[in-house]
């Protein structure tokens, strides 16, 4: 604690605000199902800046309801990502077994080896290799008491992709729309008055929305089209009503909306905002306003300013 600073601060009250948002959170379960086990579990490399230790990530699902979960720094610094996984697929196997055996007292005994699920391959390799090499003689005993339980039928290694991954949250910040994602997927649901009536309506909107564009669709596909089927779609027409009359052009002067300003903190994570807004800022260039300048040349004002006129020649009956 004394060697806190502006970041730590910043970080300190992220936590508050979230925690007060999401107050009336909390993990729905239901009733029924077949009881079986599922383990997630996944780290970090060397995230720790000061002793260079990895976090472990575990969640242990019981008929798709969270039941258990834990986040902690490992007490041993690991030497490539690999150990470092293999170290949180080890601490979960005892976690799993633990609860097997709890289960199983309460009469509701695994059948099956209980799943636990990495998005490291080379850690699970490592797991199915009993041999010992060079690579893994420095890892302690402990660690390889999975191999054991994997030998025994009490667990199985599988692997997942990472965006499948439910523990990433508990080893690393993630964006806001992987985060409520993720949060969907851990039964973690608003039970609060106001929360209910925010999705009802959410819901009611999104019925509204849906039925608006099929009408919309239906529509188009109901109006017979003037052009031949063989024809390719056109992007920009002539319009054959004038906007007004006795001119020979028009001159507008249209501002776009970059779409690149909504990449903001709030909608991305603040270390990826740069490098997000310079991306989508070339995307929108290339893409767009190239096209856009061929379809619609810039002009000087000078030249919209001395376009041909029409004169009419007014005459004046003397009487």
């Not at 310079?278 to 061929?294: G, I, K, V």
């Amino acid at each position: 604690m004394s060697g806190y600073d502006e970041s730590h601060w910043t970080a300190a009250k992220n936590v508050l605000r979230y925690l007060k948002q999401t107050s009336g959170y909390g993990i729905n379960y239901k009733s029924g199902g077949d009881m079986e086990l599922k383990t997630y579990t996944d780290s970090d490399y060397a995230g720790c800046k000061i002793s260079r230790k990895s976090t472990s990530g575990m969640l242990v699902f019981l008929n798709n309801a969270l039941i258990s979960w834990t986040s902690q720094k490992q007490p041993c610094v690991a030497l490539s990502s690999t150990e470092a996984e293999y170290i949180a697929v080890s601490s979960g196997a005892r976690e799993s077994v633990w609860l097997r055996s709890l289960i199983e007292e309460l009469g509701y005994p695994q059948t099956q080896p209980t799943r636990i699920l990495v998005d490291n391959q080379s850690a699970i390799k490592l797991v199915k290799n009993p041999e010992m090499h060079s690579r893994t003689k420095h890892i302690q005993v402990r660690y390889h008491y999975i191999r054991e339980l994997v030998e025994d039928e009490q667990v199985s290694i599988e692997y997942v992709h990472t965006s499948d991954q439910l523990a990433d949250g508990l080893t690393k910040p993630l964006l806001k729309g992987k985060l409520e994602h993720n949060r969907s997927r851990l039964g973690i649901e608003d039970n609060s008055m106001e929360g209910s009536r925010v999705q009802n309506k959410g819901k009611s909107l999104g019925m509204a929305l849906y039925f608006a564009a099929v009408l919309m669709l239906f529509t188009l596909c109901a109006v017979p089209s003037s052009a031949s089927l063989d024809m390719a779609p056109v992007l920009w027409r002539k319009s054959e009503t004038p906007i007004t009359t006795g001119h020979h052009q028009i001159n507008l002067q249209v501002n776009f909306i970059n779409p690149c300003d909504i990449l903001m903190n709030d909608t991305i994570h603040h270390e990826l905002v740069e490098d997000a807004h310079s991306r989508c800022q070339n995307a929108y260039e290339t893409n767009f306003m190239q096209e856009l300048r061929q379809m619609c040349p810039q002009k000087r004002w000078t030249s919209v300013a001395n376009r041909k006129k029409r004169f009419v020649d007014l005459v004046l009956a003397l009487i």
